[in-house]
């Protein structure tokens, strides 16, 4: 799967699986299709001896039992991974369509995959060597959603996922969502990582070495899933202050809430702001939006209040807005949020949500 480099041995131990290296002459990405063949008991390696040895690279054939199950694999050209999933009747909502959760979690999910097929290690959210050696994980800074069509329930989409480099402390990852049988471009998202030591659950810079390790796998040249610009994801979110319009308190984190990095998963978050919106929105309207800023760690004795309240508008919001996607919509109601420890009102999150009139049915 890997096309562009020579599969080091750190890649293949730090998969944390088994899997089949073999020596291949070098030629077009499009001929090295990785092979579906039952695992072995262990790494090998077969030369092709017609070949002269300055000719031969290194192909990783992942044969453990999730890869060939799994519907996705590395582009051509090595720097972005597609994934396809079908949409299960407990991933959608009242309307038969999937949740804002549901996209949520399929985001990281192909990220995680994406981590893997490249040679990352499973434990710890695609932790590099050096990563594993210093106890580096990664978490996430700041998350932003849009989604211009739902999938119902039963359709199938494919997400394509890059990484990059995000200045010196972190790193950008994006994804572009598709319906796979028209593929239409139904959502679109971007989001930024910091590393943080687990020991001390304090952010640290990204140090060179684990740069080296990432940057073989990250585009040359910058690639946004969000190329506009003044759009949302990189709009400031301003601080909502007391006293809140809307306010849901005392949420507490449940045990599945709380992820491989023994934190509450950054998932989890976006249904704790979502419980401060009104029924009456729910019930008339559809996010669109959703940005969220990841300010404090949360553990699973937290207690968390949601606040929301409507943000303040120009003069221009009640006219025709134009979505990201091109495509012009009635005035969308749009709201500042605030997520805060109950017991010494720390602030844990601040977020913003976009929402638009619910579609007519059919």
């Not at 072995?40 to 060939?68: C, F, H, I, M, N």
């Not at 559809?286 to 120009?314: F, G, K, N, W």
């Amino acid at each position: 799967m890997l096309s562009r480099v020579a599969f080091s041995a750190y890649n293949v131990v730090g998969a944390n699986r088994d899997c089949h290296i073999q020596a291949l002459p070098i030629r077009s990405r499009r001929g090295a299709a990785a092979s579906c063949a039952p695992p072995r008991t262990g790494p090998a390696l077969s030369v092709a001896t017609e070949e002269p040895k300055s000719q031969l690279r290194v192909a990783y054939e992942p044969t453990s039992l999730a890869d060939r199950f799994r519907l996705g694999s590395l582009a051509e050209d090595g720097f972005s991974y597609r994934e396809k999933f079908i949409i299960r009747c407990y991933e959608v909502g009242i309307n038969k369509t999937a949740t804002v959760e549901t996209i949520a979690n399929l985001l990281q999910e192909v990220g995680c995959s994406h981590a893997q097929s490249v040679g990352f290690s499973t434990d710890g959210f695609a932790t590099t060597h050096t990563m594993r050696k210093l106890h580096l994980i990664w978490v996430t800074a700041c998350m932003h959603i849009e989604i211009y069509r739902y999938p119902a329930w039963s359709d199938v989409v494919e997400i394509e996922t890059w990484c990059q480099t995000e200045g010196r402390i972190g790193t950008r990852r994006d994804w572009i969502l598709k319906d796979f049988a028209t593929g239409e471009v139904i959502g679109r998202a971007t989001s930024k990582w910091v590393m943080m030591n687990q020991d001390t659950r304090r952010l640290q810079k990204v140090t060179d070495d684990v740069r080296d390790e990432c940057l073989i796998y990250f585009p040359k040249e910058p690639r946004l899933a969000f190329p506009e610009e003044n759009n949302g994801s990189v709009k400031k979110i301003a601080k909502l202050e007391d006293p809140a319009e809307f306010s849901r308190l005392g949420m507490v984190p449940r045990r599945a809430d709380l992820d491989m990095n023994q934190h509450v998963n950054n998932v989890t978050y976006i249904g704790w702001v979502l419980e401060s919106i009104p029924q009456e929105i729910i019930d008339t309207h559809e996010l669109q939006t959703i940005t969220l800023d990841y300010r404090r760690e949360c553990q699973h004795d937290d207690v968390v209040d949601s606040l929301a309240s409507l943000e303040p508008t120009d003069d221009a919001a009640g006219s025709e807005l134009q979505g990201t996607n091109g495509s012009f919509s009635a005035p969308k109601k749009r709201f500042l949020h605030l997520l805060r420890l109950s017991s010494d009102g720390l602030e844990v999150n601040r977020g913003r949500t976009e929402w638009r009139k619910k579609p007519a049915k059919r």
